[in-house]
């Protein structure tokens, strides 16, 4: 066994520390991936890297159901399974599709309306009531009432942890926690062409915090049946508007804007009319849309679709993708551009202005924007320059342009899970005893105290070696096509391994018994700037990680090679009770499109809920312990070849911790107020921490013992 001690050279982490950057809310997006498809891992690849959504923010599955059973049997849990395991349930507020997903599907009978008949749900409408499917299963009527709808117009921003009764927190609505769900486009016939998407997601990115200048147009047509749904509230939200310093203009007669002028956002009525040729221009980060009956319903050629709008130059539009009647409910309201001024994000606004849940309502473009938000800058202090062992603190600072706020609280998460959380002002206690040694993504999020609760991130990298093990890997290619090779070459200081993994975000695509060469290929991580980096299981259990390369994979020369495909077994560790994306990884010469993925074999503690292709999902059983194993095979230009996915079941969210005093998750000066408290009243279930008994001095010893040692939160 070797005994050299690796470290990230000083070169190399002035040069990984000199990345940190502030993007949007990317640590509250899951982002919902098809790995059987092309355009998916492009797109997502894209807006991973515009956005700087962690690895941990991406799940590799097919969002897409048959029909709603199938959305409640399978698809439900992947989501919720997929947040579970990636330890971010209290951190995830948004469910973002890629635009290859179709619209909608299939769920009749469930959902009552007097004036046309519900037989469809749009995909972001599903993912949006993820959370309350049973009360939808149950029978409910189209204008279910939305918690988080506001009808004042006040902009709140939201938390998925809160439940929302009438816009504030409350208790015990149906629909009181949601997601915000939306589809980054849709790019079947009359959708957007994916280069329109992209360009979308730069100009989303590149609106955030610049207070753009320009005019919100609300515009009340002549189409009666269209405008008079909503146009009542225009009048209130200009007037909402200009008090609050912008610009807005209520017209009538006129479908859409004209004269060349700039608008910030546009809401209108209308069934068909020219969007694109119209003579106006968008500034960055505006919203649109028109109510009509098929905006969104994309099967059906003879009404203007919202698409229009985000070629015209918007980021975001709301539509509906079947009849839905012109009830006001299952639309945004007008307020929608007064709390998007106000400074929630896209999605926040768009959400908060429905007052109905949207059955049949497809949200569509980046609800990450936010160009009327005071972006707090967060400066991360002193941030170690060196490979950490055991604690360390961090003590970073914010300012805002808000002009009457202050910087409230700062979160820290490490590889997309947060590990502490504090006033400002309080230093921040990070305990990576039982990090895997090697690169971790380190985020630092600034939030304003404004109900708005603005929030800016600073995102670098954190080094740790607690447990003697390290890894390096050289750098792949930079760039390549469909068909070309990434390949890491990977060295320890331990040769003592279980497998090598190259991993694209969190997903393993390749495995190796052994160190050295490890590849894959571009089709199998999609065209765009995909992630990449190595990881090495030892044979004691410990991980050690590399940091990430970024390779540019051109959409370009998918592969047609010949050859039989090699499939990979590894291991993975999950939750008992918690659905799971298992993922098939394998090497081969061809689009991704070709090879059959079969399962031969389990899982003994589980049941496999759906999927196909490179995926499947996973329903691990509630007393699953120990390890399972699922054989698979693949098979790619008539040759086959098989594997094992080895699992291993662990909650590191259910072990004990006794320094937790007061059981709220987090370990804080709460916590020994709480002791203290526990400790003088003799409450010796809860302090006894060196458990012989008794309560005595050495209590006090074993606490800040336990509290130093932290908890695998």
Avoid at 181 to 197: H, I, M, Q, V
Avoid at 336 to 345: C, I, N, P, R, S
Wanted: net charge negative.
């Amino acid at each position: 066994m070797s005994t050299l001690k690796m470290r990230p050279s000083a070169a190399a982490l002035s040069m990984l520390l000199a990345c940190g950057f502030a993007k949007g809310q990317a640590h509250e997006a899951m982002v919902l991936v098809n790995p059987n498809s092309s355009e998916s891992l492009h797109v997502s690849n894209y807006y991973a890297a515009a956005r700087g959504v962690p690895a941990s923010g991406l799940s590799y599955f097919d969002p897409l159901p048959t029909n709603f059973s199938d959305f409640v049997a399978s698809r439900a849990p992947a989501l919720l399974g997929s947040i579970a395991n990636a330890r971010n349930e209290d951190s995830i507020d948004y469910v973002i599709l890629t635009p290859d997903t179709s619209f909608r599907f299939a769920a009749p009978g469930l959902v009552s309306d007097g004036c046309s008949p519900v037989s469809q749900f749009s995909t972001t409408g599903a993912y949006t009531m993820t959370r309350y499917v049973s009360a939808v299963q149950g029978g409910t009527n189209s204008l279910l009432s939305n918690g988080y709808f506001d009808v004042d117009g006040v902009a709140r921003g939201f938390d998925n942890a809160i439940s929302y009764t009438n816009g504030d927190p409350g208790i015990g609505a149906t629909a009181a926690k949601p997601y915000i769900g939306c589809a980054l486009g849709y790019t079947g016939e009359r959708g957007n062409s994916r280069g329109e998407l992209l360009s979308m997601i730069d100009r989303s990115v590149s609106a955030d915090g610049t207070f753009p200048a320009g005019t919100f147009r609300f515009l009340q047509t002549n189409d009666v049946n269209r405008s008079s749904p909503r146009h009542g509230l225009y009048t209130a939200a200009v007037n909402k508007i200009t008090a609050a310093g912008g610009s807005a203009l209520r017209t009538t007669g006129q479908n859409l804007p004209s004269g060349g002028e700039v608008v910030l956002g546009a809401m209108s009525g209308f069934a068909a009319d020219d969007i694109v040729g119209a003579n106006f221009t968008f500034a960055p980060g505006a919203f649109a849309d028109h109510l009509t009956s098929f905006a969104a319903t994309f099967g059906e050629g003879g009404q203007t679709k919202l698409s229009r709008w985000i070629a015209k130059g918007a980021v975001g539009s709301f539509g509906t993708i079947e009849e839905p009647c012109n009830y006001p409910n299952k639309f945004p309201t007008a307020y929608l551009h007064v709390m998007y001024h106000d400074g929630l994000t896209l999605g926040e606004a768009c959400l908060r202005s429905l007052q109905a849940v949207p059955f049949q309502g497809m949200m569509y473009g980046d609800p990450l924007c936010r160009p009327f938000t005071h972006v707090p800058v967060v400066n991360p202090g002193t941030v170690p320059s060196s490979a950490v062992s055991g604690n360390f603190t961090l003590t970073p600072s914010a300012t805002t342009t808000h002009p009457s706020a202050s910087i409230a609280t700062f979160e820290v998460y490490v590889d997309g899970v947060l590990r502490a959380k504090e006033a400002a002002g309080s230093p921040l206690l990070i305990r990576t005893t039982n990090y895997p040694d090697g690169w971790h993504e380190l985020r630092i999020v600034a939030i304003d105290s404004t109900l708005v609760g603005a929030q800016g991130e600073w995102v670098g990298n954190l080094f740790t070696f607690n447990h003697g093990k390290a890894v390096s890997a050289t750098a792949p290619v930079s760039s390549t096509d469909r068909s070309g090779v990434i390949q890491l070459s990977v060295s320890a200081n331990d040769a003592d391994i279980i497998e090598t993994r190259l991993l694209h975000n969190d997903r393993v695509v390749a495995t190796s018994p052994s160190l050295g060469s490890i590849q894959t290929r571009g089709e199998i991580v999609g065209p765009g700037p995909a992630r990449v980096r190595a990881e090495v299981l030892f044979a004691d259990g410990q991980i050690a990680r590399t940091q990430p390369f970024t390779v540019n994979i051109s959409d370009a020369n998918p592969p047609a090679g010949a050859g039989g495909p090699t499939a990979f077994g590894f291991h993975k560790t999950v939750k008992p009770g918690k659905a799971y994306i298992l993922e098939l990884p394998a090497l081969h010469s061809t689009v991704l499109t070709e090879p059959t993925f079969t399962i031969t074999s389990g899982p003994s503690q589980g049941a496999i809920l759906g999927g196909s292709g490179r995926f499947r999902i996973i329903q691990a059983n509630p007393g699953a312990a120990g390890t399972d194993q699922v054989g698979f095979s693949v098979t790619s230009n008539g040759m086959t070849s098989n594997a094992v996915a080895t699992i291993n079941f662990f909650d590191p969210d259910a072990q004990p911790c006794p320094a937790d005093t007061n059981g709220d998750g987090f370990l804080d000066a709460q916590d020994f107020s709480f002791w203290i408290f526990a400790y003088n009243i003799g409450l010796v279930s809860i302090a006894d921490l060196n458990g012989n008994g008794t309560l005595e001095p050495g209590d006090f010893t074993a606490w800040i013992s336990a509290f130093n040692a932290g908890c695998d939160f």
